[in-house]
């Protein structure tokens, strides 16, 4: 069964360092996410892409957050800096096409980030 | 924005109890989606609910979407060692952009 892909799974890294993760989607799937989950709550979403394009990230803090997707299949997550609140586990999730119902988003295993 | 309380928000049962479990908002959705995640890895959906009243049942789990589309339930019969783990409600978002806001989850020990 298809499953959508992250790496690296754990990431310890000291404050003001650079972080980077990477997400492979389920081929085929159009739409992709990725989420910020805090220890003890749910998934917050970052930013969206349809595609190569983001279509939202209201919520990705840009002064040290970037995500690109340049071709429409994988993506990359990075923070740089990284900051202690910054601990949490990325979650990738994605989905076949624009529209339709939002069950259909499939979610990765994520990447949990410690920020010393 | 909308905000997706739910509760308890843990739960320690013993095996082959019956667990209830609530997810209450702020404001109207018009799906309700119920997913489980298991320790490191990613929510898996379990049920969805696309019409006020509606109860749909996954084997052991059946959920309803509350009559004012501010709330939904989830029940698990006869719980077993494999549900443990956390339960998030989720629901799309009011203004129709495809984005998804999660509850604050409730955590299911099974006491052996």
């Known amino acids: 069964e298809a499953e959508v892909a992250q790496s690296p799974r754990y990431k310890i890294t000291e404050k003001s360092q650079a972080v980077a993760f990477w997400c492979d989607p389920i081929?085929?799937?159009?739409?992709l996410y990725w989420y910020r989950q805090i220890l003890g709550q749910g998934p917050e979403l970052l930013v969206q892409?349809?595609?190569?394009?983001?279509?939202?990230d209201s919520q990705l803090p840009k002064d040290r957050f970037s995500a690109e997707r340049l071709k429409g299949v994988d993506s990359t997550l990075k923070i740089q800096p990284a900051e202690q609140g910054d601990s949490a586990v990325y979650v990738c999730?994605?989905?076949?096409?624009?529209?339709?119902?939002?069950?259909?988003?499939?979610f990765g295993p994520g990447t949990r980030l410690l920020v010393l | 924005g909308q905000q997706l309380n739910q509760s308890p928000q843990s739960m320690f049962i013993q095996e082959g109890e019956d667990v209830s479990m609530n997810c209450t908002s702020s404001?109207?959705?018009?799906?309700w989606l119920w997913y489980k995640q298991d320790p490191g890895e990613g929510p898996v959906l379990l049920i969805a609910?696309?019409?006020?009243?509606e109860l749909t049942s996954n084997g052991r789990l059946t959920a309803q979407f509350g009559i004012t589309r501010k709330d939904s339930f989830l029940n698990i019969s006869a719980s077993i060692p494999s549900d443990v783990g956390i339960y998030f409600c989720?629901?799309?978002?009011?203004?129709?952009?495809?984005?998804?806001?999660f509850g604050t989850g409730t955590r299911l020990t099974i006491i052996p």
């Open positions: 999730a994605s989905r076949p096409t624009r529209g339709g119902n939002q069950e259909t988003q499939y």
């Open positions: 081929s085929g799937h159009a739409t």
């Open positions: 892409f349809q595609d190569e394009s983001v279509v939202d």
């Open positions: 404001s109207i959705f018009n799906t």
């Open positions: 609910l696309y019409k006020a009243g």
């Open positions: 989720a629901g799309p978002s009011f203004f129709g952009n495809e984005k998804l806001t």
